[in-house]
């Protein structure tokens, strides 16, 4: 594996409102889209201490017996608990080697387009028997959304678009924040088991908080080798997903990488994917684009979000919402 290191951006600026850095923000950003596909950001602005209860949470919750995390195993929403064992990427030979709780937007079982039927929406899973993850979990994922928010005014300038291009598409995202424990892997279990098995992820972006075990390694195209993640104080890793890619015209580029727990200790992470409305239209077109030039046709973000989950996880096989 070789040590190339992927670029770290400082988004304080940016995140301070400073529209007058956006133009070197986003130039830093263009390229580390175009390239890597995956970068480091400093100055995040999330809270320590939100970082810290909802790693504290994390840890607790997953040292729980299972029958008691089976309590609130995953739903058709997408909220909840998954075991070892729930999730197989696509293409992968063996389930990945991970437990995860997700959350998403909190709707009331009142709200028009829960009401409506309309997939992956409605309440939380929360666990009654550990109330404090609600509150630490939450924390975090405001706190996430405003960063990923302030990202996507940089995105959205790096693409020579105004910086409120993705604000009226985000007014009801479809924001998923995953805590993600990973056990320390043997070399026994062999050249075919993960943590997560080689995968791109699905949505636009991703922002990811990880403790200081490495294990998240991301492909270089180039030489074809793993660049190891490094785990660094004070940053989070962001990368291009799927749906970003074809947004752009592959313009950005959503890059392979996986996960193997080789550190002998427990490693967590916290993934959010922060995507769009269910139906924020994804057109090439509407990131100046030319009809003759765009590769994919325009798909809600809900739909394409909603195929490649039906993909990965057994229980949402056959789902229908
Ligand atoms: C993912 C992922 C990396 C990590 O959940 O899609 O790539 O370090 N996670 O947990
Ligand atoms: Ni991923």
Redesign the pocket.
């Given at each position: 594996m070789s040590e190339q290191a992927l670029p770290i951006i400082d988004v304080g600026p940016v995140r301070a409102g400073d529209l007058g850095s956006m133009a070197s923000i986003s130039a830093q950003i263009n390229d580390a889209c175009m390239t890597a596909g995956f970068f480091y950001i400093r100055n995040h602005g999330i809270d320590e201490t939100v970082i810290d209860n909802v790693v504290a949470a994390s840890r607790a919750f997953f040292a729980l017996p299972a029958e008691l995390k089976q309590k609130v195993s995953i739903n058709k929403r997408h909220r909840g608990f998954s075991a070892l064992g729930d999730a197989t990427m696509y293409g992968a030979k063996r389930p990945d080697c991970k437990e995860f709780f997700t959350m998403g937007l909190e709707l009331s079982e009142d709200d028009p387009d829960v009401k409506a039927g309309q997939p992956l929406r409605g309440p939380n899973n929360w666990p009654d028997f550990m109330p404090e993850l609600r509150a630490a979990m939450s924390a975090y994922y405001e706190a996430v959304g405003c960063c990923g928010a302030d990202l996507l005014k940089a995105i959205a300038h790096s693409l020579g678009m105004g910086v409120d291009f993705f604000i009226d598409r985000y007014r009801k995202r479809l924001q998923r924040t995953?805590l993600?424990y990973?056990p320390p892997q043997s070399a026994e279990m062999g050249p075919h088991q993960f943590?997560?098995a080689p995968?791109t992820?699905f949505g636009c972006i991703?922002l990811?908080w990880?403790d200081n075990n490495s294990?998240?390694e991301v492909l270089n195209r180039a030489s074809k080798s793993w660049i190891s993640a490094t785990p660094i104080e004070g940053t989070l890793v962001v990368n291009v997903g799927d749906l970003l890619a074809r947004w752009t015209n592959d313009r950005y580029t959503s890059t392979p990488?996986r996960?193997i727990n080789r550190s002998g200790y427990e490693r967590f992470?916290i993934?959010t994917f922060y995507d769009p409305d269910f139906n924020a239209m994804v057109d090439p077109c509407d990131l100046d684009i030319s009809p003759a030039e765009r590769r994919y046709e325009p798909i809600t973000a809900g739909q394409h979000i909603v195929n490649r989950l039906d993909q990965s996880f057994g229980y949402r096989k056959g789902a229908t919402v």
């Open positions: 995953q993600i990973y943590g997560v995968h992820d991703t990811l990880q294990g998240l990488h996960v992470s993934a």
